[in-house]
């Protein structure tokens, strides 16, 4: 009966480390190509090397291959940075109802800088003035329900 036990838990132990640390702890973060490397996901793959030198190299090669090993871009953090009103701009749009295309040319030519919108990565809300904007934030943080664009 321990041999048993012993093998089962080998096995959890490799099968574990073999799909990679980072793709399991953050699996939003698959697909990125490049960026600084999260130390702690390196060090929990270390581990799982030093224990099963397989594995933990398998471990490596997959959260390298799907780029969870690296950490998201500070401009996707998920904490919001509050800054004072003062620091934002509003944009104007000509009508009520705007498309995507219409909205990164306003913000675009606003900024000096060309921006794309992807789905599931923005959020869009109206706002009479500039000084709700930390508070409509603030609440959509904290209730988790950023409206998707």
Known sequence: MTRRTFCSSILTAVVGAMSGCGTILYPERRGQSAGKIDWTIVALDGIGMLFFFVPGVVAFAVDFATGTIYLPPEACSQVPKRTNSEDL????????????????????????????????????????????????EEAAWAGHQLPKG
């Open 89 to 136: 701009q509003a944009v104007t749009l000509d009508h009520s109802h705007p498309t995507i295309g219409e909205i990164e040319t306003a913000v675009a030519t606003t900024i000096g800088q060309e921006i794309r919108l992807e789905p599931g990565r923005y959020h869009t809300r109206e706002l009479n003035s500039l000084d709700e904007f930390w508070s409509a």
